[in-house]
C-alpha cells in the first residue's frame, strides 16, 4: 500500500467507524465485549480502584473489523511504538548511571545499611560493592554520561530523554516483565501493545497491528504471556513474527501451492460462503469472507515486508544486520520497516542481559560487553533512520529492562561469584525514551551517589505505561475495559504521566 | 372576575386533589428493592456511598450499614420516616454543598419518590436474585404443538409475547451434526449417523442418537474440554522457564468422571476436597489437583511464600468464577462495591485453601504416588498390620506419609542458617562444612523419629539433632551415609514430648574450611517409628514400609491439609497486598449466603463442598446449568458467565435458568447427562438456525430464540471435527499428553531444554483435549481460536473471528495434511468422476448432498488445481508431502479442493 492508498482507506474506515457506534446491540455488547452489565458498569463510573470520578474512553470494536484504525480521544503526538526490551535487566551503573563514589567503595563490605530489611533474589549474607565495570564520559550538548560500551548511541543523547530513577518492586524477571508489559506481576493481563491495538486498531490491514520480534536465543522470561492479550479479545495479542520458518505462523501457503492456486481457492471458498450467506442471512458469514481476504492480502504483504533483504546495503551497513540470522540488529531493522508500513505497535525482545557474574557470558566485563556491542550500532541507526525519514516524531521510541542490578557484586548463595556480576535490584534503574513528542537531550531524575537509591524523578512500570498512552492519545485513567466486572485498566491503580519528559 | 377566580380556586383545587390522589396511590405502590432501589443506589449513590468510599460515614451498600449512625454521629436513614431521613433531604436540598449526588445532576422526581416511598415502607433491604435459594418455578401456561418439553414453555411464552414465532426443526444433516459436536465434541459413528439420518420415525432416531451420544466416552472427553478452562489445567508450571508438570490424571480423572456421570455435587465435593474424605481413594486425591493446577513459580530468587500465596488467591478466584459465576476477586482488596461481600469475608473464604503443605517447591510437594496394584496390596497389608499392632490412627498416618510423603517440612522453610542456604533462595536447603539450620516449632508429641531425603556425596561428615538451640540436648547424632543420589534414611531416637525448634548440624573434619556445599536436603518427616517393633513378622513389614518409600512410580500433585500443629494463622490482607497482613480471621463464607451453610459443616474443605453442594446454594446450580447452556448456545441466559451478581448481564430468561437450577438438583439429582439430555430434546435447540430478515433486524443475537443458534466451533471442536473428517482421529483415551505437529521454534523458554518432539503414529491425531499445553506458548493453531491459556480460570472464552485463524485452517501443515487423508478417505469410496468425489467429500463433511452451484464452485477450483499439478508434477509431489515421490495430479488436486472445503463457514460453525 502507498501512503496515499493508506489514507484513502483510512478515510474510507473513518466513515465506516462513525456509521457503526452505536448502532446495534453487538455494537452496543462488543464496545464492552462483556455485555450489558459490564458497559453499564462503565457508564456508573464505578470501579475497584478510585477511577468513580473518570469517564471511560469508548472503543468501537467491530469484531468483523476489529483492527481498523480508530482515533484516540485526544491528538495524541505518537502514532506508533516500538519498544526495545532488554531482558535480563541491563545494568544502569555500566550503561548511563555513572558513579564515581562507587568505584572508591569497590571491593569494601557493603555497608549494613544497604541490607537490613531488603530482599535480593540471590545476594545472601554480606556481599561486596562492586565500582562500575565501564568508563564514562559526556556526551552532546546535553552532556548526558554514557559509558564506553555504547559508542555509537553517545551520539544520539541529543534526541534522547533518560529516566534514571525508575523502580519497580518485583525483583524476579518473569513477573518484573510482566508488570513492565502487563501492568501486574501475576499472568493473565492484557499487554501494552494488545491495550494499544485494542484502542487504535492499526493502519496497515494486511500486516497484523501488533508485532513481536525477539532475539537473544531465548523468549523473555515470562514467555508468549508479555505480549498476550489477557482478557481482550484475542485478535489483539501480539503476532510473533520469526526469521526462521514462516515470517508469521501459518503465512506461507502450503509446499507446492502457487499464488494463483491459493487465489483461487480462497475465491471458492468466499464463493460458497456467499452462498451460504445467502440460505442462513447471518452477517457473521459475511465477516468470515472479510476475514478471508484479509488473510489473502497478509500472506501477499506480509513476507515482503518481513524481509529485509530489499534494504540498501548503506541501511544494513548502518544497522549491522547480520543477513539470515535471527538477531536483535535484523529486528530493530524490522521494526522500522514495520513502522513504515502502517504497524501499530513493534515490540521487541533481546534475551541475555542478566549479567550475574556466574559465567563469562553472564559478566559485566565480556558479556554485558558483547551484549552492548550487538545493540549499540541497532539502536543508533534506528534513532537516525527514523529521523531522516520524518517518522521519529510519529514513533515513540522506548529502551530498557525489567528491573536494574546492585551496586554490590552478586555472592549467590553466600559465596563470591567468579566473574565480575551485579544482583537484580529494584530501587533504581535508566530507561530512555525518545521521539513521538519526547524531550530531546534530557534527563529527568536521580539516584544517590552510588546508583542504589533513587532520590529524584522516581517513576514506575505504571508511569511508564501512563506516559505511552499518553503520547497516543489515551488518558490512562479512562482507557479500560470491563472484566470480572469491573472496568480494569492497564495502569491497575498506578501511573502519573511523565510530564517532565514530554515535549 | 369573581367567577373566574372561583374557577381558579376551584381548578387549584382540583388540581391538588390530582396530585394526592397521585402521591396516595404511588405511596402504596410496593416498592421492589432489587427492581426499582437498587438501580437508583447503584447508579447514582454507590460509587460514593458504598464498598471503596463510603463518604461521610454512610454508604447503601448492606442494610446495617446504610440504618447505621454516619459521621454526623446519627444514621441517615430512618425507616418510615423520609421526611426525617437526611438520605431523602439532601436529594432534594437546594444548596449545591448540601445536594446530593454531589457535583453530579440532581436525581429527578420519580427516583426520588420511590427512594421515598422506599424508605417509608421500612427501608426494606431485598436480595439480588442470583443470591436467593433456587425454589420452585412455576411452568408458563402456555401450549404449541411446537413445545416438546417443559424447557420450552418458558423460550415459547416469551416469544409469543414478543411476537416471535419459533423456527421448524433442522434438517437431519444439520442436527445430526449440531448434536453431536454439542454432545461429544466429534462426528458419531457412520452406523450411528446412518441409523439417524434414514430412520422412518425421525423422533424416535433423535432419542436413540441423543442417548448414544450421551453414552459415548467421547461424551467425557467433549466436557472436560470445558472444564479444563475453569480448572486452568496445563501441562506446565508457568512463568520464567515454564517447566513439565505431571498433572494429566486429573484430565483423566475429569474425563472419567463426566462418562460415569458423576453427580455434580459429588464433582466438586472430590475436586474441592477429595483429600479429606474417609479413606480417599487415589481418584479423590487427584480430584484435587484441580486446586493444584495454579501456576507457580520456579524462577531463581523467587519468595516461595509469595507464590504460595498467589496459588491460595488463585484458588479462591476460581472457585467463585468457575463454580458460581461470582467476581469475587474486588474483595481482595476492599468490600464488593456492588454485591454483597465484605472485605474480611474474602480472606475468612481463603483460610478454606489457606492451609495445605503445597509450599510453591519445584518437585511440587505434595504429590500422590500412583502405586501399581501389587504395590497397593503390599500397602494394604502393611497398614491392616499396623493396626493390628497399634491403632487405627498409627495405620493412618502411615498410609497418608507412604501415599504423600506428608506431612514433611520441605528444606526450603528451614532458617537460623550458619554456613548454610536456600539454595537461590528457593530450591532447597544447602550445607557446607560445620552448617547449622533451625527447622522451627516442630511437633515432637510421641515422636521417636526423623526421615529425611538429602544428597551428599563427601565422605566422612557427621551430622546431629538438637532440640530448642544449636547446642542444645542432642536427639541423634550419626554418621551420614554418601552417595550420588538422593536418598531416605531413618534416624531414631528417644520418644519426645512437646513442640520444640529442631536444630540440624554437620561438620566434616576432612573438608575443613572449603566453602563448597555439600549436602543437599529435600524434607524432614518426624514420626513415630513403625509400630510392632519385636512383634513376629516386624523385619518384613519394615522391609515393606522401606520398598513403599522408595518406590519410582507415577506422581500427581494433589492437595493435603496441614497437621494441627503446622496450621497456619489467616489474616485479612490490607488493600490485598500479601505483605501487609491485617487483623487475623477464621475460617468461613460470606455471611450473605451463610444460610447455605449445614450446621454440622466442619470448618476445613469438606465444610466448604457441603456449602457449595447445599441445596441452598444459590450460584452453583444456576452457574452450572448456564454455562452447559452457554455450551449449547454460545451465548448463556446470563451472557457474563464470570458474573451473575448485579453488576453481571441479567438473564434473559430468569424463570427458565432457575427452573432449571431446580431441576438439576431436585429432579435429576445434580446428573449432568440427564440435564443436558433435556436440553438437547427441546424444540428451541432442534431448531433450524437461518436468520429470517425479521430475526436479523430484531433479534441479531438470537436471545429470544427464535430460531437455531449459529456458533463457530471451539478450538478443540474445529482440531477434533477435522480429525473426524480425515478418518485419522486416534480413538485412544487418556495419558500423558501428545505432541501433535507444530511449527518450529514456539518452544524457547529460558533455562529449559525441553523441546516439542512430534508424536509418532496415530498420537499426532488425538484429539485437541491430549494436545500438550504449554502456558507461556501453548499450541498456536488452537489459541488462534481462542484456545484459553490457562493461566488462570478461564469462564468464559470470547470467539473473534481473524485473518489468523483462516490462516490455520489453510496453511497449518497438521491441517494440510488432514486434508490429504481426507482424500485418500474419499478415494476409498471408489467414486470415479473427480465431481462425484467432490460430492462424496462434501457429504462426509455435513451429512448432505452437495448443491449443484456448491459442486460448480470446487469442479472449477478442482480443474484450476488439476492443470497446474499435471504441469508441474514436483509441485504435485510437494503438495502431497514428498517432493521425492511421484503423484498422481488428480489427487493433489483433490487434496487442494479438500483444503479448501475444510474452511467454508459450514463446516467452521455450528449450523
Redesign the interface.
Known sequence: MTRDELNAYKLVKEAQEAQLSGV???HF?KES??????L??GS???????L?SSPQTKIAYD??H?LLPKSPPFVGKAKSVIYLHMAGAPSQLELFDFKPELMKMDGQDCPPSLLAGK????I?GVPKMLGPQASFAKYGQSAALVSENLPHFSTMVDDVSFLKAVKTDQ?????AQLLVHTGTP???RPSIGSWVTYGLGTENQNL?GYVVL?SGG????????VW?SGFL???Y?G?QC?S???P???????????R???K???Q??N???E??YQ???????L???A??E??YR??ISAPEVMNINDEPAYIHEMYGTQPGKACFANNVLLARKLVEKGVRYVQLFD?GWDAHGDSPSNSLNIGLKNKCRSIDKPITALLLDLKQRGLLEETLVVWGGEFGRTPMMEN????QNPFKGRD?HTEAFTMWMAGGGIKKGFTHGETDEIGYSAVSGKVDAFDIQATILNQLGFNHEQFTYPF???PFRLTDVGGKVIHEIIA | MVSKRKLFVASVFVIAAGLILISFFSAEKQIDFNADVKPIL??KC???HGG??QQGGFSVLFREEALAATKSGKPAIIPGHPEESEFIKRLKSDDPEERMPYKHPALDDDEIDILSSWVKQGAKWGDHWAYLPVKATELPDVDDQWIRNDLDKFIYAKLEEHAFKPSPQADRATLLRRVSLDLIGMYPSEKLAQYYLNSKDEVKAYEVLVDSLLASSHYGERWTSMWLDIARYADTK???S?PNRNIWAYRDWVIRAFNKDMPYNQFITEQIAGDLLPNPTDAQYIATAFSRNT?T?D?????NEEFRT?AVLDRVNATW?GLMST?F??VQ??SH??DPFKHDEYYKFMSYFNNTRDEDVAAEYPLLKQFNDSLTTELDKLTSWVKTVSSEQAANKVKLFLKTGQPAINSTTADELQNA?I???NIAL?FRNNAVARLKQVDLQGIDQLIFRYNSNRPGGKMSIHIDSPNGPVLASWPLATGSAYQNVYIEFKKQTGVHDVFIRYSNPVLGKS?E?VVFFDWFHFSPQLPGKGKPGYAAYKKTFNDLLNAQVPTTPVMIENPAAMQRKNHVFERGAWTSKGKEVQVGVPGSLAYAMPKNAPQNRVGLAMWLTDKRNPLVSRTMVNRLWEQLYGVGLV??L??M?T????PTHKELLDYMAYQLIYKYNWSIKKMLKELVMMATYRQD?????EL?EKD??NKFYARGS?V?LSAEQIRDQCLSISGVLSQKMYGPPVMPWQ???IW???YNGAKWVKSDGNDQYRRGIYTYWK????Y??A??F?GA?R??CSPRR?R?????????T????AY?DMARHFVTRIQQTGEKTAALKIAKGYSMMLYKPI?K??LK??E??YN??LL?FRKDS????????D?QKSVKAED?ALV??A??ML????V??K?
Open positions: 446495534t446491540r453487538r455488547l465485549a462483556m455485555g450489558l452489565g459490564a453499564a458498569m456508573l463510573l464505578g470501579s475497584c480502584g478510585n468513580f469484531p468483523a476489529p530482599q535480593f533474589a540471590f545472601t525483583f524476579n524477571h518473569a513477573p501475576r499472568l493473565g497484523p525477539t531465548s523468549f523473555p522470561d515470562a514467555g508468549k504471556s498476550g479479545p484475542s485478535v495479542q503476532v520469526r526462521e520458518g514462516d508469521v505462523l501459518f503465512i506461507k501457503d502450503p509446499d507446492g501451492m502457487n494463483d492456486l491459493r483461487a481457492s480462497i471458492a471458498i464463493e460458497a460462503n452462498q451460504q440460505e442462513y442471512n447471518d452477517p457473521e458469514i465477516s468470515r469472507i476475514q478471508y484479509m488473510a497478509m500472506q534475551w549467590r548463595n553466600g559465596a537484580h470480572q466486572g469491573r | 447503584n447508579k454507590i460509587s460514593c471503596v468510599k508457568g512463568y520464567e515454564d501456576p513459580n524462577e531463581g530468587g523467587t519468595n498467589a468464577e467476581t476477586s474486588c482488596c476492599h462495591p456492588y542456604v539454595g537461590n533462595n544447602y566453602e556445599l451472557e457474563t464470570e458474573d451478581g453488576q453481571g448481564m441479567a438456525s437461518k436468520v429470517s430478515e436479523k441479531l443475537f449459529r463457530r511449527p518450529e521454534g524457547f523458554s529460558p502456558r507461556t506458548a501453548p498456536p493453531s489459541i488462534a481462542d491459556s493461566v488462570a470470547i473473534t473471528n481473524t485473518p489468523l485463524q483462516a490462516l490455520v489453510l496453511n497449518d501443515s494440510v448443491s452451484n456448491r464452485i470446487f472449477e477450483l484450476k488445481a497446474v514436483k509441485s504435485a509431489s510437494a503438495f502431497m508431502g517432493p493433489a487442494l479442493v483444503n479448501a474452511n467454508l463457514d459450514e467452521v460453525t449450523n
